[in-house]
């Protein structure tokens, strides 16, 4: 890959990943609205399962308007590595940004509500998870928002290059380009 292609892959890369960061800030917002009102947390659920269609519909955009409709494998995934690098780091800042000024520990005193529901408690009880719960939920509360954000940029990551492959390899397509 030469020095201009490297430049409009990641030109197209940090638009497309500016898109996906919106996707999942969407989805997030419909999540924390989802604790009250389930189907807000449906469409969360829906929003985040959309996100491999969504970047796979941006990489053939890509490979079609960028590049005359080919693109190797390799060329493929980094395009991909860098959507979820460009969303994630976006995604993150809005999650430091929302666990610093805005949750004052909304979502963790949600979650324990929920568990300690009477019903949920005796299930938790019966299949002996109650102390990892406990120790998660403990371990969620000394978390600063740093940290989560740290950690969600990792996870989208590492989803990425692992999703990034098989995305690419769907839209690859090798050939003659075409010069109009």
């Not at 949600?110 to 403990?138: F, I, K, N, Y």
Request: hydrophobic fraction near 50%; glycine fraction near 10%.
């Amino acid at each position: 890959m030469t020095a201009p292609e490297y430049i409009q892959l990641k030109a197209f890369a940090r638009i497309d990943g500016v898109i996906l960061s919106l996707l999942w800030l969407v989805s997030f917002c419909c999540y924390i609205l989802g604790i009250t009102s389930p189907l807000c947390g449906l469409l969360a659920i829906g929003l985040a399962l959309l996100t491999p269609f969504y970047v796979g519909s941006r990489l053939k955009r890509f490979r079609d308007n960028g590049l005359d409709g080919v693109i190797s494998l390799l060329r493929g995934w980094a395009y991909v590595i860098l959507v979820f690098f460009y969303g994630g780091l976006l995604f993150a800042v809005a999650q430091f940004i929302y666990f610093a000024y805005v949750d004052h520990g909304y979502l963790l005193q949600s979650v324990t509500d929920a568990l300690s529901v009477p019903e949920t408690a005796q299930a938790l009880r019966q299949m002996g998870m109650s102390s990892q719960v406990d120790e998660a939920l403990q371990m969620m509360g000394t978390m600063r928002p740093i940290d989560i954000a740290l950690s969600i940029l990792t996870n989208n990551i590492i989803i990425g290059i692992v999703m990034g492959l098989p995305i690419a390899a769907m839209m690859q397509k090798n050939g003659e380009k075409v010069k109009g």
